[in-house]
């Protein structure tokens, strides 16, 4: 047994481990996880189709909607095309509101778990009150509720 040897089986295992670690990845995405981008994209056609262009486009994971809505913008986490509502921004949602445009909100449900209790019920309840649900891409994996629903407010 020599230190290359050693050097070579140990380049080995972690090369192992991290094509092993890969192919894992890869095989949940396209198994049971079912390439849960793809309703992102579906649900961003699905807005597309209906908006008109003065609609506000808002989203838990605004920069996957700007690549799908606006795919000139090389930067897209500077969104041009959606509103990201996050946790340290909870009221950008109403922006939309004062406005008094029509409004769609595309919200991961399991996005809402950072979000600080008051805030998500919050927004919650302006959803369920203020909007109407049209769309809804439900996923469960992971013990979490990945469902993608599309909201849209009417002024």
Known sequence: WS???GARVGALA???VLVADF???AF???????????NWREACAYVFERKANDDIIAATQAPIVECY?????LLPRTTEASIYLGPFEPYKFETAVR???RAWFLVLD???DEWKKSDRLRIETFLRERCRA???WPLQFGGKDQTLRIWRYDP
């Open 23 to 25: 192919a894992s990845g």
């Open 110 to 112: 399991v996005d809402l």
């Open 99 to 101: 406005l008094g445009r």
């Open 14 to 16: 972690i090369a192992t």
């Open 3 to 5: 230190p290359a040897r």
């Open 134 to 136: 049209v769309a809804e």
């Open 69 to 73: 809505l606006n795919p000139g913008n």
């Open 28 to 38: 949940m995405y396209f198994g049971p996880e079912n390439g849960y981008r793809a």
